[in-house]
């Protein structure tokens, strides 16, 4: 059990890594009076999504006439893999120009899901208004699929990726109509999948996706894209009635995940033994869209076993959606909660605000149903970052925010002045549409030890280093172990 781990009202504090390994050596200043600073601001692609490609050789097009290689929505999930590699997540794909048929699958397509490498690359910049540029450049594509069979829509047509029938695999698909109608919403052979976030293993070698449409948490071969196991949600997540459609599947059931509100972050201790994952809205039986009770669901990897915790999602007298969650360390979390507007939604983003929630001693609610509650048992929250007024302060408009702010992930740490600074990243899901809700952007904060003080990055695998060097590469890596055996301790 996660909890029984817990060190109650204890920090952990992070030693600095050495600086050929972890560091960014960069000689800027930081505002005297900033915290956590936003300190670059990048973008994958231009204004335009129909000229963007991404790396996975399809060809073709979709229901909707998009390419089928469209590159776009990457911000629904980003995971840190270390180094200034980082994994980008797209959704079901491009589900926002509606084509003929299409209303009866909500306008979801044949995408095959699908996840992307990137890497990130921070430079000083003295004479720009951040301190530093950051420049992603996208190194590979990788789809997702299982070897065993996978049940697909007929809706509009066959939804089976024509890929299938190339090299025997059974791909994933964002088709809303991609499920079997005599089981449930966790049946695992369903082929629709909605990969809302991604974490990485500690081993690197495999990857964590949580998904909406189940809600589903898979496991993928990082080098393949193939699933290598399924951790079983409790069936209280699930809807009993599934529909291709969204309201039709709300109106249908009286408990389990909101359609469309499924499991929206995932996170993964820095010891790689635990997955967290958190729904984006309340179950229905918990008060449903709209409703303040969200649960956070921890799995451990080893046993699959899971426990289940509260969390109020009410800011001021509003309850808002939670869009990420991310391991401060084995029982802090920050939590990612916005509303639906600004850029893309032709509005005004208001929320967009990251809270620290810490799970140390609380209650578990597996069992408990309802608002009241789980509210009970609901630990508190403190605000770590607001990104509306940071972005308005670098002079970005309410209305050029992106309105779906949805994947969060620490990153490689750079030193300011001197100080080793740790880093944030948030991203956007632009639902494939650049020329409507903006590129693919990062948005990249700095923060200090004082901030969040019991931070403990994830601990990667050391990465091999050429076989010229190996008692160098052993060298550093037992030395990368002390260093975290020390951090621990301290």
């Not at 951790?231 to 408990?255: C, K, R």
Request: with cysteine.
């Amino acid at each position: 059990m996660l909890l029984n781990r817990f060190p109650s009202g204890r920090g952990v504090r992070r030693i600095a890594p050495i600086a050929i390994a972890c560091a960014i050596a960069l000689s800027q200043t930081p505002a005297a009076d900033a915290a956590v600073q936003l300190i670059a601001v990048g973008s994958l692609n231009g204004s335009s999504a129909g000229t963007n490609a991404d790396l996975s050789g399809l060809t073709g097009t979709l229901e909707n006439g998009m390419a089928a290689n469209i590159l776009g929505g990457i911000g629904s999930g980003l995971a840190y893999a270390g180094g200034n590699t980082f994994i980008g997540l797209p959704d079901r794909g491009p589900n926002a120009t509606a084509y003929v048929g299409g209303d009866i699958v909500n306008n979801t397509t044949s995408y095959i899901d699908r996840f992307h490498t990137i890497e990130m690359s921070l430079t000083a910049t003295p004479s720009g208004s951040l301190p530093y540029t950051l420049t992603p450049t996208l190194t590979s594509t990788t789809l997702m699929y299982s070897n065993t069979a996978l049940t697909y829509g007929s809706s509009v047509g066959s939804g089976v990726p024509a890929l299938n029938q190339v090299n025997g695999n059974y791909y994933f698909t964002g088709r809303s109509d991609g499920f079997n109608a005599g089981g449930t919403s966790l049946n695992v052979g369903n082929a629709r999948l909605d990969p809302e976030a991604v974490r990485i293993s500690n081993d690197g070698k495999s990857l964590f996706v949580s998904d909406e449409y189940g809600p589903y948490v898979y496991q993928f071969d990082r080098a393949t894209g193939e699933r290598i196991r399924t951790f079983n949600l409790p069936d209280h997540f699930g809807v009993a009635n599934q529909s291709s459609q969204e309201v039709p599947e709300i109106n249908g059931n009286t408990s389990g995940r909101v359609a469309n509100k499924g499991m929206e972050g995932l996170a993964i201790t820095p010891d790689g033994k635990t997955l967290v994952g958190f729904v984006q809205s309340p179950l229905i039986q918990d008060g449903g869209d709209g409703g303040r009770a969200n649960r956070i669901v921890t799995i451990d990897v080893a046993t699959g076993a899971t426990h289940e915790y509260a969390y109020d999602n009410r800011i001021g007298s509003s309850n808002r959606n939670s869009s990420e969650i991310l391991a401060v360390n084995d029982h802090q979390f920050l939590v990612l909660e916005r509303d639906g507007k600004g850029l893309g939604d032709g509005s005004n983003a208001s929320v967009k605000q990251v809270y620290l929630v810490d799970l140390a001693g609380a209650q578990d609610v597996s069992g408990l149903s309802g608002e009241a509650a789980l509210l009970a048992q609901a630990p508190g929250k403190t605000q770590f970052l607001d990104i509306r007024t940071a972005l308005n302060a670098l002079g970005i408009a309410d209305s050029q925010i992106p309105a779906k702010l949805e994947g969060m992930a620490f990153g490689q740490d750079v030193t300011i002045n001197g100080e080793i600074k740790h880093t944030l990243y948030i991203a956007n899901d632009n639902d494939f549409v650049a020329n409507i809700a903006g590129g693919n952007n990062f948005y990249v904060f700095a923060f200090g030890d004082s901030d969040l003080s019991g931070f403990r990055q994830q601990e990667f695998a050391p990465v091999p280093l050429p076989g010229a060097l190996p008692l160098f590469g052993s060298a550093l890596a037992a030395f990368a172990a002390a260093l975290r055996r020390r951090r621990q301790q301290s």
